[in-house]
T-cell receptor, first 114, second 112 residues
């Protein structure tokens, strides 16, 4: 089974801190994604990557950056955390099969910024 | 990306079939229909996907209308553990690299 592992289930950070959310997948998937999930807004795509060192903006990239130095690892960075970035963050991966491959999600990191 | 519309909530009795509808009237020819579900405090779990033919796996069946503008996810014998939020989403290949847009989903509650 595909395993997508997010480094923390719960994280509490202060406003202005630099925050790193880490995600690792073990199935040699080319594509990796970061979503955030908020009540009433569903899942929204922040960034995605289709190869090492490649990245594309999703629907809500403002305030975030990403890093993909190795194929199995995709990091989400909050350069200066703000309270409106309190959310559930979900990482996902998939193979590059012309969009037919389903996404495999991790169990999420619930981030609270105080 | 095509948009999907789902009812916000549905109920089902345990042991009965749960039929969850989804409208995707703007779907284009190369876009697949995907279904996921999310149980509280977990990440979304893939269920099934299809292009134009009906599909079945060990979890569910997917019925896609001939014009592809709507689909139905069928859980043949719902159990209490099937209580979850169910998402219908559309995705395609090419330059979108499997990017999916999720809506609000349907909250399915299975009653004893």
């Amino acid at each position: 089974d595909v395993k997508v592992t997010q480094s923390s289930r719960y994280l509490v950070k202060r406003t202005g801190e630099k925050v790193f959310l880490e995600c690792v997948q073990d199935m040699d998937h080319e594509n990796m994604f970061w979503y955030r999930q908020d009540p009433g807004l569903g899942l929204r795509l922040i960034y995605f990557s289709y190869d090492v060192k490649m990245k594309e903006k999703g629907d809500i990239p403002e305030g975030y950056s990403v890093s993909r130095e190795k194929k199995e690892r995709f990091s989400l960075i909050l350069e200066s955390a703000s309270t409106n970035q309190t959310s559930m963050y979900l990482c996902a991966s998939s193979t590059r099969d012309r969009g037919r491959s389903p996404l495999h999600f991790g169990n999420g990191t619930r981030l609270t910024v105080t | 990306d095509a948009k999907t519309t789902q009812p916000p909530s549905m109920d089902c009795a345990e042991g009965r079939a749960a039929n969850l509808p989804c409208n995707h009237s703007t779907i284009s020819g190369n876009e697949y229909v995907y279904w996921y579900r999310q149980i509280h405090s977990q990440g979304p779990q893939y269920i099934i996907h299809g292009l134009k033919n009906n599909e079945t796996n060990e979890m569910a069946s997917l019925i896609i209308t001939e014009d592809r503008k709507s689909s139905t996810l069928i859980l043949p014998h719902a159990t209490l553990r099937d209580t979850a939020v169910y998402y219908c989403t559309i995705g395609s290949g090419g330059t979108s690299y499997g990017k999916l847009t999720f809506g609000q989903g349907t909250i399915l509650t299975v009653h004893p």
